[in-house]
Nanobody, 120 residues
Framework: QVKLVESGGGSVQAGGSLRLSCAAS????????MGWFRQAPGKEREGVAT???????RYVDSVKGRFTISKDNAKNTLYLQMNSLKSEDTGVYYC??????????????WGKGTLVTISS
């Protein structure tokens, strides 16, 4: 059974940093596409960053240069380092995992989310 557990959310002021973690069990982080998604209040969920089995990494334009997605294969954990945070980064952040190495087929497994609140 695949389980994804996010941690690291919290409340910080604009300009601050947070690092989100997603611990995976029943699933091999290294072999598959994984990503971070977020849902702001009153908005639809959007993709933030993805990393596939070839370490091809993609970001939504609004976080480029500020967020970094990475995998720790030894810990079987996905991370999202978030710097220079803005109020518009506020939302629930979800870890997601695909069945395949490619991210082209969408995500199948989802964590329960962790709340990030940025105050201006």
């Amino acid at each position: 059974q695949v389980k994804l557990v996010e941690s690291g959310g919290g409340s910080v002021q604009a300009g601050g940093s947070l690092r989100l973690s997603c611990a995976a069990s029943g699933y091999t982080v290294r072999r598959n596409c994984m990503g971070w998604f977020r849902q702001a209040p009153g908005k639809e969920r959007e993709g933030v960053a993805t990393s596939d089995s070839d370490a091809d990494i993609r970001y939504v334009d609004s976080v480029k240069g500020r967020f970094t997605i990475s995998k720790d294969n030894a810990k079987n954990t996905l991370y999202l380092q978030m710097n220079s945070l803005k109020s518009e980064d506020t939302g629930v952040y979800y870890c997601a995992a695909a069945r395949y190495g490619s991210c082209d087929y969408g995500m199948t497994f989802w964590g329960k989310g962790t709340l990030v609140t940025i105050s201006s």
